[in-house]
């Protein structure tokens, strides 16, 4: 099996970790399910192919595990309007290939780790509404293809915005007001 998607049927139950035994798996979706529960490990250990991985509108909780930094080929994940807890993992910094990161109302806590500046091919990172709090990596400067970086509603950032981060030219930079961001707007992109 080299793709799975399951949308807008009322699957319930969890992820079972066999998914990680499939792997080819080039792309996974779960989107507008009533699943819950974590995402196994061993998802993210078997299914080192990935270049996609979406969760949308689910009840999945806990961490993302560590083993996201095995999938060296992925180029999207979305997990968009889920119950995620806890850091967003530094192991995002091996995913090299990652071209898009849709984390919106995740659940994410904690500070934006700076280990996301290894990923020179990420064009959009979408982080609204979840609790970050610490200041915008300056490492985020280095992502020279970044054309959209939406920090809306994210209320505990600590100004302010590293000036190298308004030398890119972004189509889109979104923070909120009391950031005091010349270069930023502060329309949340939309979903």
Do not use: W
């Not at 993992?89 to 990652?98: F, I, K, N, R, Y």
């Not at 959009?124 to 992502?143: F, R, W, Y």
């Amino acid at each position: 099996l080299e793709s799975f998607k399951v949308s807008g049927f009322s699957v319930t139950g969890t992820i079972p970790s066999e998914f990680g035994k499939m792997i080819n798996m080039g792309s996974f979706t779960l989107s507008t399910t009533s699943l819950e529960g974590t995402i196994p490990p061993a998802v993210f250990d078997g299914m080192r192919k990935l270049t996609e991985f979406i969760i949308n509108d689910a009840h999945i909780s806990g961490k993302i595990p560590t083993e996201i930094g095995y999938l060296e080929r992925i180029v999207k994940i979305e997990c968009n309007r889920v119950d995620l807890s806890g850091t967003i993992p530094t192991e995002v910094g091996l995913l090299t290939s990652l071209g898009a990161a849709g984390l919106q109302d995740a659940g994410f806590t904690g500070t934006l780790p700076t280990e996301l500046g290894h990923c020179s091919l990420l064009q959009e990172i979408l982080l609204s509404s979840n609790d970050l709090q610490g200041t915008i990596p300056t490492e985020l400067a280095g992502l020279t293809r970044l054309s959209t970086l939406d920090l809306a509603n994210v209320m505990n950032l600590t100004p302010p915005v590293p000036e190298k981060l308004c030398n890119l030219e972004m189509k889109t930079f979104v923070v909120e007001s009391y950031m005091n961001c010349e270069c930023c707007t502060n329309e949340p992109t939309p979903n």
